[in-house]
């Protein structure tokens, strides 16, 4: 069976976190990475945390010509930029093409680390589950 969000929170949620401290729990629950909690809550929100692209530092440290070239050979191209016939994507990768003073990009080697907010119920004095607080990961 699954383990439940009680089971997981009390050994890996904020209250792990007041009772001894959230490294500590951190590294205690990292042994259940890849396991799977079943939980009920409401989606917050998402965004990015972080976006790492070792091709394009490696690139950023090249003479302009060379790392100009190497975008184009393993990267993708900025679309051609014909005002007359462009897609609201396309006139914002032309804005882009602009500012880079690049004809092509890497951004597909780039790697994406998210943060998800969730709102979890709780169980509240009377044992109704009104309350809701949140949670990251």
């Known amino acids: 069976a699954l383990p439940i969000w009680q ?6 949620g904020p209250r792990a ?11 205690l629950c990292s042994h259940l ?13 998402v965004r990015i945390t972080e ?5 394009e530092s490696a690139l950023n440290i090249l003479p302009y010509v060379i790392g100009d070239w190497l975008r184009c050979v393993y990267g993708e191209v900025y679309p051609a930029c014909d ?3 462009v897609t609201l994507e396309e006139e ?11 004809d ?8 994406y ?8 119920p709780l169980n509240g004095a009377n044992g109704n589950k009104s309350i809701e607080e949140d949670r990251k990961s």
């Open 113 to 120: 680390k998210f943060e998800i907010s969730v709102g979890m």
């Open 51 to 55: 976006i790492e692209n070792s091709a």
């Open 7 to 12: 089971q997981y929170g009390f050994l890996c």
């Open 17 to 27: 976190w007041k009772e001894t401290n959230m490294a500590r729990a951190q590294i």
């Open 33 to 45: 990475e890849g396991h799977r909690v079943t939980w009920t809550g409401r989606f917050k929100y």
């Open 104 to 111: 092509c990009h890497i951004k597909n080697f780039d790697r």
């Open 83 to 85: 005002p007359q016939n």
């Open 92 to 102: 914002e990768l032309c804005r882009l093409k602009f500012l880079t003073k690049h």
